[in-house]
C-alpha cells in the first residue's frame, strides 16, 4: 500500500470509488457548492494505491468563513469496500492532517459522523457560529483547530474560496480574530500523529 499525492491519471478511478461509496448522486449535497468551480488543495490531496489501484482517497478544499477566515473543507473521503475497518480512512486523516499542520493551514471543517472525527479532535463546537449554503444535520458539522484559537470568534457562512489558496491570514485578521486569545500567527500548530 502506498499513500501518495493525487494526479490526474486518478481522477477516473477516484470518481468510482467515490460512487461506490456514496452514491452517484452525491453532487447534491449542500459541501458540493463549495467545491463547485474550485481546484482542491493538491498537496493535501492524497490517494492510497494498492497494486496500481486507487483504494483510497481523501481531498480538501479552500474555503471562506464569512468571507474573510480561510479554512479547508475536509471531504470526501473513501476507502474501497474490501479495506473498510481496516484503518486505512485513519490513516489517510491523519497524514493529510500532519501535512496540512505542516503547510500552514490553522484549521479544519467539515460535514461527518461525529462519533467517528471525534478521535482526531474535530468537534461540533468550533462550529456553532458558523452555516453553510444549504440544508445540512448540523450535529454533523465539525472544526478542528490546528492552531489553537484559530477558529475562536470566527462566525459566518461558509463560502467558495475563487482564488488560488493560501494557507495563511494576514497578521493583522489573525490578530483581531484572535484578540486575548495569545494565539500567535504560528504558534501551537497541531500534529496529529496518534495511532490509528
Known amino acids: 500500500m502506498n499513500i501518495t499525492i493525487e494526479q490526474p491519471h486518478h481522477a477516473a478511478a477516484i470518481d468510482t470509488l467515490l460512487d461506490n461509496s456514496f452514491g452517484p448522486n452525491r453532487a447534491g449535497k449542500t459541501v458540493y457548492r463549495l467545491r463547485e468551480n474550485v481546484a482542491p488543495v493538491a498537496e493535501l490531496s492524497l490517494v492510497a494505491v494498492e497494486d496500481d489501484a486507487v483504494v483510497g482517497t481523501i481531498r480538501y478544499w479552500p474555503i471562506l468563513i464569512g468571507g474573510i477566515t480561510p479554512t479547508i473543507l475536509l471531504g470526501p473521503i473513501a476507502v474501497d469496500s474490501s479495506l473498510r475497518s481496516g484503518g486505512l480512512g485513519a490513516q489517510l486523516i491523519r497524514q493529510s492532517l500532519n501535512r496540512a499542520s505542516a503547510a500552514g493551514w490553522r484549521s479544519v471543517v467539515l460535514v461527518g459522523d461525529a462519533p467517528y472525527y471525534s478521535r482526531f479532535g474535530f468537534t461540533r463546537d468550533l462550529t456553532l457560529n458558523m452555516s453553510l449554503p ?60 496518534a495511532p490509528a
Not at 463560502?159 to 494565539?183: C, D, I, K, Y
Open 134 to 193: 444549504g440544508p445540512v444535520d448540523l450535529d454533523r458539522f465539525l472544526g478542528l483547530e490546528l492552531v489553537e484559537g484559530s477558529l475562536s470568534g470566527v462566525s459566518g457562512m461558509l463560502g467558495r474560496w475563487s482564488v488560488a489558496p493560501a494557507p495563511t491570514v494576514p497578521v493583522e485578521l489573525a490578530a483581531r480574530q484572535n484578540a486575548g486569545a495569545g494565539a500567535g500567527f504560528g504558534a501551537d500548530r497541531r500534529v496529529v500523529n
